[in-house]
């Protein structure tokens, strides 16, 4: 099992997961992050970390968000590692809650 980040990072990118996750399994792009799922070792500490509550187990991503999972696992592989916690974006409030951010993923 590994956990997932979901539609709710998209434009926002908080790192406070970051700084918690044992194996740095957490990938960076542009205006999203990813979690390998190869890497990841189920621990649950990065979830209740994440402001924007956009990290889930695997087995309980929201209904419409399945394809995050795939997403997590492909682009874990291009994009490069990130290990400390970086500021989130400029206009992260104002992009947590919006719904249906896939479109805006930046590779």
């Not at 997961?17 to 190869?38: K, M, S, T």
């Not at 592989?77 to 989130?88: F, V």
Request: glycine share 2%; hydrophobic share 35%.
């Amino acid at each position: 099992m590994t956990f997932v980040v979901t539609d709710n990072c998209v434009k926002c990118k908080y790192t406070d997961c970051v700084e918690v996750c044992p194996v740095d399994c957490f990938y960076e792009g542009p205006n999203f992050l990813v979690i390998h799922p190869d890497e990841c070792i189920d621990c649950a500490l990065c979830e209740p970390e994440c402001p924007a509550q956009a990290i889930f187990s695997e087995d309980e991503v929201p209904d419409g968000q399945q394809e995050y999972i795939e997403l997590n696992a492909e682009l874990a592989e291009i994009w490069p590692n990130i290990t400390e916690r970086k500021d989130s974006l400029s206009d992260a409030e104002e992009w947590d809650g919006v719904k249906d951010k896939l479109q805006y993923i930046e590779r």
